[in-house]
C-alpha cells in the first residue's frame, strides 16, 4: 500500500466528513462513500463534496486504500463491525482511522474489531471547523501505523502525531472538547437558571460591568446555535466524562454537558442545520425557550 | 432603628467580612465583631479592619442595630441559630443580613430561625473583590425589609435592590459564582485529564494556537491560586447545585467543581492565603501537583 492513499472512503458524509472528502478530492484524491440507507442530506453533503457512491460496504472496501470513520460518537462502534465484517467478506483490508470523538476505553473496542479482521488501525482526533470554514482542521493521530495518516499532511488538513500509543489522538480530542462544550454548556445551565430565577436581566447586567470579555463571548459565540448540533454531542460529552474518570477526574461536568445537549435537542431549534440555522437570533431570545424544554416543565414550544 | 444603622457586627471577619468592617469604619459606623473561639488569622483581619470585638454574641446582638453574616457556606444556619438564640436571650433584635454563597432554599431556612426569633432578615449576595481590592464590591440584596442595608449604597461597596423576595440576592450570587468557579474547575479538570494521559504540553500547544483568549485567561488569572480557597469553595459549588436542581436545571457541573476544591484543599497549596500566596507559580507548576492529588492516586505531596 502506498503512504500516500490514493483512494480514501469517507464513512459517513457529514458536516465533517464531506468537507475533509471535497479537500482529499482536491488533492488528488479518488474519494468514495457508502449511502446505502442515509439521509438525503447525506446525499447531498456527498454531492456538495464531490464523493463518490461505491453502493455497498464491499466494493467499499475492495476500491479504497483508506477508510475514514467521522460518525457521531454513538455509531462509532456499529459502523467498526459493519467494516470489518465487510473487510473479512471481501478479503480486503484498507487502513481503518476511526476520526471519532470518543474515549480511549472505547477507541480500544474498535482497534479490536478492525484488528481482529486483519487491517491496521489509526486513531485520529479531529479538532477545528471543517476544512475550508476555518483556520485550519487538524487530525491529532495516534498509534503503531500511522504513517499513511501522516502522508496526508497538507492534503486539506494538517496531520499532527502523538505518538504510537492508539487512544492517545482520542484522549485529546476530548481534553479539547471538554473546554469548548463544557464552557458552552456550562454557561447555557447558569443563564437558564438565572431565567427561571427571574434573575436573566440583572445577571447579564452583572456580567456586562465584571465579565465583558466572556459575556461578549457567549453573546457574539456559539451559543444561540448549539441545539443543531445538540443530539450528537449527547454521546460525546458523554464519552468525555468516560475518559476523565478513567483517570481520576471528576466526570461531572460532562455528565451535565449532557443533560443540557439533551435539554437543546428538544426545542424546535434542534432542526436546524449549520446550512440554514437562524443568524439572526439573539442569546437573549434562545435562553427563554431553551429553559421551557427543561425537562421538570412539562411545557412544549413548536 | 435609624435607616443607617450607626452599629454594625461583622460575623466573621475573614477576607471579606474585614474589609468590609474597614470600609463601613471608614464610612463613620462604629463595627464590631465576636472573637471569642476564633483563630489567630480572625484576630489579625480584625485588627487589620478596625473591628471592635465586644466579648460573646450576647454583648453583640445588644449594642449591633445590624449584624452581618459573612461566613464558609457549611456554617451559615449554625451562625444564624447561634444569633438568633442570643437575640432571644438578649430581648435584641438587630436586622440580620446573611450574605453567605448558599442558595435559595438555605436562606430561607435561615430567615425562618431568625424570623422565629422576632428580627428582621435581609439576604445578600456579595459579588466582586473585597472593598479597596477590585473595581467595587456589589451588595445585592433582596427581601421586604431591605430599606437598611440600601441605606449603606456607597459606603465602602454598592447596594444593588433586587426586590421583595427572600431568595433572589442568593440565587444571583449563585448564578454567577456558577460562573467564575464554575469555569475554574472545569478548566482544572479537563487540564488535570490532559496530565494524567500525558498530552499537558500537546494541549496547550493546541490551545495557544486556537484558543489564545482562553488560554491566556487559565495562564494569568486564578487556575494556580484556587487551592487557597478551595475548602471553603466545596460548600459553596454544592449550595450552586442546590439552586440549580430546585429550577430544573442540571447540578452536575457543580457536584463536579466540588470534587475539583476537594482535590485541592488536599494540595500543599491549600494552606495558603490570599496574603501570602505564592504569585510566581504557574500553570505548568500547579496541574502536575494538583492531578497527583486526586483520589485514585494514593500519592502524597507534602
Known sequence: MPHDPSTIAILMPGDMGHAVGRALGEHGHRVITCLAGRSDRSRQLAAAGNIEDVGDLGRLVREADMVLSILPPASAIKLATDVANAMTAAAARPVYV?????????VSVAAGIIGAAGAAFI????????????????????????????????HGFEVIGLGDQIGQASAMKMCYAALTKGTWTLQTALLMAAERHGLYDALIE?????QSATLNAMQNGRLARIPADAARWVGEMKEIAKTFRAVGVPGDFHDGAAEVFRTLARTPFATETRENWDESRTLADAIPVYAAHLDDTGEEQD
Open 98 to 106: 476511526d476520526c471519532n470523538a470518543i474515549a480511549p476505553e472505547t
Open 206 to 210: 452583572e456580567f456586562a460591568f465584571s
Open 123 to 154: 486513531d485520529a482526533g479531529i479538532i477545528g471547523l471543517a476544512p475550508g470554514k476555518g483556520t485550519g482542521t487538524r487530525f491529532y493521530i495516534s498509534g503503531p501505523d500511522a504513517a499513511p495518516m501522516l502522508a496526508l499532511d497538507g
